[in-house]
């Protein structure tokens, strides 16, 4: 079966610093897609990153980077400069690019920012 | 450029009864995907719709179905509602059915007595 792990069901953070998200998944396709989905109170699914399996080099978007461990199947989100509005539930998802559109999600890490 | 809606809000249904919920695809896209979320877990993999067919299943029963329309906007049926059943149900809607960006409507709140 493939699954996607996320051991941390709540992280806290200090407005401003850095918080690590982490996330492991099973699976044994060569050819697939992580993604980082963003879900506030508003309940609607935001996409924060996105990584291709086959690039090497990790996906950084503004605040937001991953560090992609292909062997370890490994796939933590680091959010920087923690804002209020990062407070959300983000989880982790994949999706082999042979099974169309289906995402696989994580059960999800609630994020707390502290003013 | 209008995004994915979806449609009611919320909803309470009784055990037994049959429910469709709705989805508006955002303008261009001809991929439906819907995902069932219960309380205080991700998402799940209903099916995907691709030019009105059903061309993905997750591990769901045959009493949930669905339907796409020709302008791509799609419901989500369920019959013989179980307890179970109740849970947030998020559309999210694709280009194509390769594209890896989806983007998911704000989902309908289905609570089963």
């Known amino acids: 079966a493939q699954t996607v792990t996320q051991s941390q069901p709540e992280m806290s953070v200090q407005e401003a610093e850095t918080v690590t998200l982490s996330c492991t998944y099973d699976?044994?396709?060569?050819?697939?897609?992580l993604f980082w989905y963003k879900q506030p109170p508003s309940r609607q699914m935001i996409l924060v990153i996105r990584q291709e399996a086959y690039k090497q080099q990790n996906a950084t978007e503004n605040r937001f980077s991953v560090n992609f461990q292909k062997a370890a199947k490994s796939f933590s989100l680091k959010i920087s400069d923690s804002q209020l509005g990062d407070a959300a539930m983000y989880f982790c998802a994949y999706r082999i690019k042979a099974a169309g559109n289906k995402l696989t999600f994580g059960g999800g890490t609630r994020v707390l920012v502290k003013p | 450029e209008t995004g994915v809606t979806q449609s009611p809000t919320h909803l309470i249904k009784t055990r037994g009864q049959q429910v469709t919920l709705r989805c508006s695809s955002q303008s261009g896209h001809n991929t439906v995907s819907w995902y069932q979320q219960a309380l205080g877990q991700g998402p799940q993999f209903i099916f995907q719709y691709y030019r009105e067919e059903e061309n993905g299943r997750g591990n769901f029963p045959p009493r949930f179905s669905g339907l796409q329309f020709p302008n791509y906007s799609s419901e989500l049926n369920v019959n013989a509602l179980e307890l179970d059943d109740s849970a947030l149900y998020l559309c999210?809607?694709?280009?194509?059915?390769?594209?890896?960006?989806?983007?998911f409507g704000p989902g309908t709140r289905l609570t089963v007595t």
């Open positions: 699976t044994s396709e060569s050819d697939y897609y």
């Open positions: 999210a809607s694709s280009l194509s059915a390769g594209s890896y960006e989806q983007y």
